[in-house]
């Protein structure tokens, strides 16, 4: 093993520590590297120094000894090199361990990374409780999810099935993770499906401005264009004979709402007529009545929406924005 023959080498310049593993190898090390290290070690060999320990002998117990060498050779070589990422990957819960038991930063990251990123169901519910242990959040969260996401495969692993018999609050916890995903998933559907209906309203409202425009619409029925609904929603307000009786047409009170929309939406100088019927009507009106907290934000989500599909059609788009934007509308196509 190349740590091995690394530790060898060094052990050559005068070595003044040993380190016991559990297997009751003894490994020769170097008290100032391992102190400048890791604060715990440092406190360790000052103890083992004050004692009837003469030849300053220390403990690294609960892991292999492969894993203690490995340990040590980072400790020295102070960083893992890209060809040594195959070391940590092999020793990776047990480094991790290790590390965070003698408080080395930069190697527990590195562990952690590892471990994360070859993550798989079997193992989830083991590392999870070393997540725990470690206090290692990246790799908690991942372990989470991926319980989440892949249930049947963590329940069938061994560390599921000793939770189980064993360790009741570990059981409790992933399925508190389980459930908690399940209502964020909730929410997440709900959120899409509100975001779909701001989004239909943004287009609601050029549909609008483009049948109200000086070109006037041209598009053909065949055709099916966006604006298509809302020309039949208005020949319908046209000549809806209900519209003016109490209790009046749904489909006529829509059409209103829609133009009271438009109103709260359009930017048009009180000096630049809107071409859009009853604008200014529901301008004037909302400066002496003041609208309703729900319909404030319905008019701000409507805005939001309808500048996100705007800038999106640009051809320069924020990486930001465009990211943005995929996500809004593939919630939108999905929910429709
Ligand atoms: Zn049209
Ligand atoms: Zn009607
Ligand atoms: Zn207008």
Same mark, same amino acid.
């Given at each position: 093993?190349?740590?091995?023959?690394? $530790?060898?080498?060094?052990?050559?310049?005068?070595?003044? /520590?040993? /380190?016991?593993?559990?297997?009751?190898?003894?490994?020769?090390?170097?008290?100032? /590297? $391992?102190?400048?290290?890791?604060?715990?070690?440092?406190?360790?060999?000052?103890?083992?120094?004050?004692?009837?320990?003469?030849?300053?002998?220390?403990?690294?117990?609960?892991?292999?000894?492969?894993?203690?060498?490995? %340990?040590?050779?980072?400790?020295?070589?102070?960083?893992?090199?890209?060809?040594?990422?195959?070391?940590?990957?092999?020793?990776?819960?047990?480094?991790?361990? $290790?590390?965070?038991?003698?408080?080395?930063?930069?190697?527990?990251?590195?562990?952690?990374?590892?471990?994360?990123?070859?993550?798989?169901?079997?193992?989830?519910?083991?590392?999870?409780?070393?997540?725990?242990?470690?206090?290692?959040?990246?790799?908690?969260?991942?372990?989470?999810?991926?319980?989440?996401?892949? %249930?049947?495969?963590? *329940?069938?692993?061994?560390?599921?099935?000793?939770?189980?018999?064993?360790?009741?609050?570990? *059981?409790?916890?992933?399925?508190?993770?389980?459930?908690?995903?399940? !209502?964020?998933?909730?929410?997440?559907?709900?959120?899409?499906?509100?975001?779909?209906?701001?989004?239909?309203?943004? *287009?609601?409202?050029?549909?609008?401005?483009?049948? %109200?425009?000086?070109?006037?619409?041209?598009?053909?029925?065949?055709?099916?264009?966006?604006?298509?609904?809302? !020309?039949?929603?208005?020949?319908?307000?046209?000549?809806?004979? !209900?519209?003016?009786?109490?209790?009046?047409?749904?489909?006529?009170?829509?059409?209103?709402?829609? %133009?009271?929309?438009?109103?709260?939406?359009?930017?048009?100088?009180?000096?630049?007529?809107?071409?859009?019927?009853?604008?200014?009507?529901?301008?004037?009106?909302?400066?002496? =009545?003041?609208?309703?907290?729900?319909?404030?934000?319905?008019?701000?989500?409507?805005?939001?929406?309808?500048?996100?599909?705007?800038?999106?059609? !640009? =051809?320069? /788009?924020? *990486?930001?924005?465009?990211?943005?934007?995929?996500?809004?509308?593939?919630?939108?196509?999905?929910?429709?």
């Amino acid at each position: 093993m190349t740590c091995c023959s690394d $530790l060898d080498a060094l052990r050559a310049a005068a070595a003044d /520590v040993r /380190v016991i593993t559990s297997d009751g190898k003894s490994i020769a090390a170097h008290s100032f /590297v $391992l102190a400048t290290a890791s604060p715990v070690l440092e406190r360790m060999i000052d103890r083992a120094r004050r004692g009837w320990n003469a030849e300053c002998t220390i403990h690294l117990l609960g892991v292999t000894s492969d894993a203690v060498f490995a %340990f040590l050779h980072f400790l020295y070589a102070s960083r893992v090199a890209p060809e040594e990422e195959e070391m940590v990957t092999a020793h990776g819960p047990q480094l991790l361990a $290790l590390s965070h038991a003698y408080r080395v930063g930069w190697l527990k990251r590195a562990a952690e990374a590892s471990v994360t990123a070859r993550l798989t169901p079997e193992h989830a519910v083991d590392m999870l409780k070393l997540a725990r242990l470690c206090d290692a959040p990246r790799l908690y969260l991942r372990c989470a999810r991926l319980a989440a996401k892949d %249930f049947s495969a963590v *329940e069938r692993s061994d560390g599921w099935c000793f939770a189980r018999r064993h360790d009741a609050a570990l *059981e409790l916890e992933i399925l508190q993770l389980l459930e908690d995903a399940d !209502r964020r998933r909730e929410r997440w559907a709900r959120e899409r499906a509100s975001q779909a209906a701001y989004l239909q309203l943004g *287009e609601a409202m050029d549909s609008l401005e483009h049948i %109200f425009s000086d070109d006037g619409c041209t598009c053909a029925a065949a055709d099916a264009p966006p604006c298509l609904g809302l !020309r039949l929603l208005m020949r319908h307000y046209a000549t809806c004979a !209900r519209k003016a009786s109490p209790g009046w047409c749904t489909r006529c009170k829509r059409m209103l709402q829609l %133009f009271r929309l438009h109103a709260s939406v359009c930017d048009r100088p009180a000096d630049q007529p809107c071409c859009v019927p009853l604008c200014s009507h529901f301008k004037v009106k909302k400066e002496t =009545e003041k609208a309703d907290k729900t319909w404030r934000l319905l008019v701000k989500k409507v805005g939001r929406a309808r500048a996100m599909s705007r800038l999106a059609g !640009r =051809e320069a /788009v924020p *990486e930001l924005v465009a990211m943005s934007w995929a996500r809004y509308s593939s919630r939108g196509a999905k929910s429709r």
